[in-house]
């Protein structure tokens, strides 16, 4: 499509213009691709889970910092999503009352070779089907019904639902192409295995991930290896190991680039689903969401069935929980892409508490909700209660690293 562009400037400005219209194409292309979504995604079936439960992840990378959760309410649906703060016309990552959830990640080699290539749909598409699906199949039924008149989008979706089923779905403008997780794990990153493109985008963090996932399956893995491993990982696949390639020192200090890890210095939020394969429980999929970068931040659990969002996490105009985190990352960094260690660990060492405490609290109350079903306003109660001890942990942490 960019290309068409730059024909098209050539046609109308003439020859003598061509270095102008270069740039200006430069420019385009430069712009498409920083505004992309580089995540790094997975599902993990619950037949290799200790507790039995599906599993959906997406760490999101973006240039969109101001990440918000909000609540959706339709006629017959109602819906969890990670949006752009005020932008409730996309959603990045969502779940909704019938225990479907969806999220993706940018593959833009799915552009197949000669085709005027649409892009930038995939948080419509999401929000539609979050709107419209209550299974992995119905999602599919989306996209057989769009292959002939065209979707914009270029991506990897990545769907689950309370009856075990999860998939991967590759996606161009007229085409599709469906893995399922059956007994096994699937990972993406930012390229398609049926892409067209020759260099397979995000391999590392890829790789990163698998084994990472294949490492703790063989430990009996669970969501919380996602919430204080997997997610928060930034070091980066070497060979046929892992090592911190990525670290270096300067000035006396331990720095590691972000750049290439699962955890980047551009990812903004994560939505982790955690799926109990059984319809009685479709409204309590945990949706462990965490508001910021993942290494410098705190997963927040919510639930479809509260049919709310904590003020925290939902404001007007931005996440108060998120802008706090965005500042707690500013203190990290030495500069955009290094990770201070030192920083990391004074940070990270207070947070772990907090967040081992989440989860205790959490996965407790969650064993007695699945025998005793609770009102809406005790579990809306309870994720207010657990995202204001977090913000104000997070301030105070926040007021004794600023000295």
Same mark, same amino acid.
């Given at each position: ?34 505004? /992309? ?25 973006? =240039? ?10 339709? =006629? ?90 999860? /998939? ?34 995000? =391999? ?75 319809? /009685? ?47 707690? =990352? ?56 657990? /995202? ?16």
């Amino acid at each position: 499509m960019l290309l068409c562009q730059f024909q098209s400037i050539l046609r109308k400005k003439g020859r003598h213009e061509l270095r102008r219209a270069f740039f200006v194409f430069l420019f385009l292309l430069v712009l498409r691709f920083s505004l /992309a979504e580089e995540c790094t995604t997975g599902i993990v079936s619950h037949e290799l889970t200790k507790d039995g439960h599906l599993i959906l992840w997406k760490n999101r990378d973006t =240039k969109n910092a101001d990440n918000e959760l909000h609540f959706f309410d339709y =006629k017959g649906f109602s819906f969890l999503g990670v949006i752009n703060a005020d932008d409730t016309t996309q959603v990045w990552a969502g779940v909704n009352n019938f225990g479907f959830a969806i999220m993706n990640a940018e593959s833009r080699d799915m552009a197949k070779p000669g085709e005027d290539t649409k892009y930038d749909g995939e948080g419509f598409l999401m929000k539609k089907a979050l709107k419209n699906c209550r299974t992995v199949d119905d999602f599919e039924r989306i996209l057989q019904e769009t292959n002939q008149t065209g979707r914009d989008v270029t991506s990897n979706f990545g769907v689950v639902d309370v009856y075990g089923n999860g /998939a991967f779905f590759e996606v161009g403008n007229h085409e599709y192409f469906r893995y399922d997780v059956a007994d096994t794990f699937l990972v993406r990153a930012n390229f398609a295995f049926k892409g067209y493109a020759k260099e397979a985008y995000g =391999k590392k963090r890829y790789l990163r991930a698998r084994y990472l996932i294949s490492r703790e399956i063989e430990n009996g893995l669970s969501c919380t290896d996602f919430i204080f491993k997997i997610a928060r990982d930034f070091y980066v696949y070497s060979g046929l190991s892992c090592s911190p390639e990525n670290a270096i020192e300067k000035e006396g200090r331990q720095l590691v680039n972000t750049s290439g890890s699962i955890n980047r210095f551009r990812t903004v939020s994560v939505a982790l689903f955690e799926v109990i394969p059984d319809t /009685a429980f479709r409204e309590f999929v945990t949706f462990w969401y965490c508001p910021g970068e993942p290494s410098v931040s705190v997963f927040v659990p919510v639930w479809v069935y509260s049919r709310s969002v904590p003020v925290e996490l939902d404001s007007i105009g931005f996440s108060p929980l998120n802008r706090l985190f965005q500042r707690l =990352k500013f203190y990290v960094y030495d500069d955009e892409r290094l990770l201070d260690l030192g920083k990391y660990r004074r940070v990270r060492t207070r947070l772990d508490r907090l967040q081992g405490e989440i989860v205790e609290k959490t996965y407790r109350v969650l064993k007695k909700w699945t025998v005793f079903t609770p009102s809406r306003k005790e579990v809306a109660d309870y994720q207010k209660k657990i /995202a204001k001890e977090v913000y104000w942990e997070v301030r105070k942490l926040l007021g004794e690293v600023d000295k």
